[in-house]
């Protein structure tokens, strides 16, 4: 029990300390991570399992589209990839339907290579 207190604090001290450019990372492999999951759940025939980290992906889409800076031109495109991985969680949460998951989770794992090449470039400059 003791393990898993200290793994927590160690979880939120480390997101009370990341930089937003982090924390966008940390988003990104979270929502690969519980699709990932989901995926697992379906093979499993585990539907529970696989809606709830569903759900958790989604929420994490979610999170990027409201905390978008529609100042910036390239908004309206970001906002249009993450409407269109929204919509296709939902489909593939109720057909529970994997290649959807996985279709998804190579739109992720883009965005988050180039998240993390940005974040290398930022720091080199």
Known sequence: MADIQAYAQY????????????LSLMLYEGAIKFCNIAIMGIE??????????????NNIIMEFQITLD???????????????????????????DKEIIEEVLLHLRG??????EVMRLTKTA
């Open 111 to 116: 965005m988050r290579d180039t998240w993390k």
């Open 44 to 57: 499993q025939k585990d539907i529970e399992k696989a809606h709830i980290n569903i759900i958790k992906a």
């Open 70 to 96: 529609h100042k910036y031109p390239i908004s309206q495109e970001f906002e249009n990839v993450y409407s269109y991985l929204y919509d296709r969680l939902i489909e593939a949460n109720i057909k529970k």
């Open 11 to 22: 979880n939120n001290s480390k997101i009370m300390t990341s930089s937003p450019a982090e």
